[in-house]
């Protein structure tokens, strides 16, 4: 299991696997009014999708679970489907809906 640390207003993640890929998470709405920073660094294992992001998150932060059918991700500036596999350096936007004028 890892934990998140929080560093100078990013928060990292440390996993033990050697296979792991690590990928910035650009936080906006919910989702960064919850983790109370703009931007995370997380590491995942090799071959997993956009939407393990997501899950991750909402495993730390419950209450954003109101979000994950609604939300829409985006890998390095475009909006691609909750399987797209993650890619080392990745950056990752998570995309709740919004409203206002």
């Known amino acids: 299991m890892s934990s998140i640390k929080l560093l100078a207003g990013t928060a990292k993640a440390f996993c033990m696997s050697k296979s792991a890929i690590t990928v910035t998470v650009k936080l906006f709405a919910a989702y960064q009014e919850a983790f109370r920073v703009s931007e995370l660094v997380l590491e995942f294992p090799n071959s997993m999708p956009v939407k ?50």
């Open 52 to 101: 393990a992001v997501c899950d991750r998150l909402i495993a730390e932060h419950p209450e954003l679970s109101q979000w994950r059918e609604v939300t829409r991700f985006g890998i390095n500036l475009i909006f691609v489907e909750p399987d797209t596999l993650l890619q080392d350096g990745d950056e990752v936007v998570l995309i709740p809906p919004v409203s206002g004028g």
